[in-house]
């Protein structure tokens, strides 16, 4: 049990370590175009907003590949689809149940699901805060 509360804790600081530094480098690069937009603030808004989405979706995909190659080097899992399909119904909290993997493992899918719990809400609240903040920039948007 004490390998895999190391294991997990391991993926919990790597995962949100990473989480942290997208969402910094996305905060730079909307920056930025804040600058641009400034001089044109009609044009971009609906993109912007797209482009966090995007940028979001692609940082927790991440994650979820992350405890997918766990998995797999774990030999927990057969084959790359089903690691990826475990590891993203654990990481959403959907759990289905259709595959399950070894004792020893299951407490690190469990830790797995509150880490994705609650980097999704992370998420959620940045989404936000960058939507209202990108609206700010044209009162006329809205």
């Known amino acids: 049990m004490l390998g895999s509360i190391l294991i997990a804790t391991t993926m919990v600081m790597l995962t949100v370590g990473l989480h942290y530094a ?4 996305l905060l730079a690069l909307l920056r930025n175009r804040r600058r641009r ?12 907003i797209l482009f966090v989405v995007l940028f979001i979706m692609a940082l927790l995909s991440l994650e979820i590949w ?26 959403t909290t959907i759990g289905y ?3 399950v993997i070894e004792p020893p ?3 690190v ?7 994705g719990l609650l980097l999704f809400g992370w998420s959620t ?6 939507t209202s903040q990108l609206s700010t920039l044209d009162h006329d948007w809205i």
């Not at 899918?109 to 880490?115: L, R, V």
């Open 22 to 25: 997208g969402l910094v480098i």
């Open 37 to 48: 937009a400034i001089a044109r603030p009609h044009l971009g808004q609906g993109a912007a």
């Open 66 to 91: 992350l405890y997918a190659g766990l998995y797999l080097a774990a030999g927990t899992v057969p084959d790359v689809e089903t690691a990826l399909y475990f590891s993203t119904a654990s990481f």
């Open 97 to 99: 149940g259709d595959v």
């Open 105 to 107: 493992w299951r407490l």
């Open 109 to 115: 899918s469990a830790i797995e699901g509150a880490n």
């Open 125 to 130: 609240a940045f989404l936000t805060r960058i």
